[in-house]
């Protein structure tokens, strides 16, 4: 199977407003996908399409199952652990980790703790912002599936920290896994994209190759993005 992700005119509206719609996202297997888009424009909302947590309309298939109740079984998002009480420890999360999804890697997870400096026996009360996004990442990448969603995973992670992770994404993806990550930090995980898809005015406004911005256009992706907003650059 070449695509791992296949959505065609998927719409989602909440209390009357469309938040997406005429959504048409097909994405190859082996990719590093960067979601780029505004605060509201509705990156997390995609991804909670895809993982079957949103309903919305229109056909979503997840390496090649349109059933939405098995799309969580084929991709791992960083969930944000709202469903834990302050109380429990990292390490009983694993553990739900560990039952519910019989991908989860435990040696790749003791892998990415020693990586990632995660202390597994504090509270998830007791853990900085920062610390808590590491858990959330590491808990996302230890299992073995198809396609990762990583929602803004960086967010309130240190520079250091950032630019480790990013280096050695390419370490923890399985290779014919596909990637997909939101981030705001453009310039830093543009080094690793293979494409970039921008959600704007309620839909897909642009989904390119890397290397086709660089060539076509013969700017960075950064700058790609941001002439999109400035009305510079046309796209198809
Ligand atoms: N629980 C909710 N109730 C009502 N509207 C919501 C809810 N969650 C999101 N929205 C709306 O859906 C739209 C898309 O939000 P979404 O969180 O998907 O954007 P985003 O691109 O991920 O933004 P950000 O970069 O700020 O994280 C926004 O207009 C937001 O106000």
Redesign the pocket.
């Known amino acids: 199977m070449t695509n791992v992700l296949a959505m065609e005119q998927v719409s989602y509206k909440?209390?009357l407003?469309t938040?997406l719609q005429g959504v048409d996202l097909t994405l190859a297997t082996g990719k590093i996908v960067g979601l780029l888009?505004?605060?509201?424009?509705?990156?997390?909302?995609?991804m909670?399409l895809i993982t079957g947590s949103a309903k919305g309309q229109g056909s979503i298939a997840v390496c090649g199952d349109t059933a939405m109740v098995q799309h969580k079984r084929h991709v791992s998002f960083t969930e944000q652990l709202r469903g834990f009480s302050a109380n429990t420890k990292v390490e009983r999360v694993v553990n739900f980790y560990r039952t519910v999804y019989p991908d989860f890697d435990g040696q790749r997870f003791e892998e990415l703790v020693t990586f990632l400096q995660i202390d597994t026996t504090l509270k998830l009360s007791a853990l900085s912002k920062g610390m808590k996004e590491k858990v959330i990442i590491a808990l996302t990448l230890a299992r073995q599936t198809q396609l990762y969603l990583l929602?803004?995973p960086f967010s309130g992670i240190d520079s250091i920290s950032r630019k480790k992770i990013i280096s050695s994404i390419l370490k923890w993806k399985p290779t014919d896994a596909t990637m997909v990550i939101?981030d705001?930090y453009v310039s830093e995980i543009a080094p690793i994209l293979d494409e970039v898809v921008i959600?704007k005015d309620q839909t897909i406004y642009a989904h390119k190759l890397s290397d086709e911005i660089r060539e076509d256009y013969g700017i960075g992706i950064e700058a790609y993005y941001e002439s999109l907003y400035e009305g510079g650059v046309s796209h198809d």
């Open positions: 909440r209390n407003k938040i888009g505004e605060n509201g424009a509705g990156k997390t909302t995609l909670r929602d803004e939101s705001h959600v």
